[in-house]
């Protein structure tokens, strides 16, 4: 594996930019500056993150989310013993 998170992720099942041995590993995202823990997609090159809003759902199940634009810095997190 590389140092280095992919430039485009997902932690939605169905999206094509999921990738599950990343996840496992544990990604971090700072964005503008401050760690989110609520990131749904990420991407770096178009600069842009995926955020969900609450709990709320929509009409099909999943998280209802907003899309902003900015400096996005993902990471791996030390892995914890």
Do not use: A
Not at 21 to 40: A, I, T
């Amino acid at each position: 594996m590389t140092d280095t998170p992919p430039d485009r992720l997902s932690v939605n099942p169905k999206s094509p930019h999921f990738d599950k041995s990343v996840l496992e590993r544990g990604v971090g995202v700072r964005f503008k500056g401050v760690d989110r823990n609520n990131v749904e997609e990420y991407c770096v090159s178009e600069g842009w993150v995926r955020l969900t809003v609450g709990n709320t759902l929509d009409r099909k199940g999943n998280p209802m989310t907003i899309k902003l634009q900015g400096t996005v810095e993902p990471y791996f997190r030390p892995p914890q013993d």
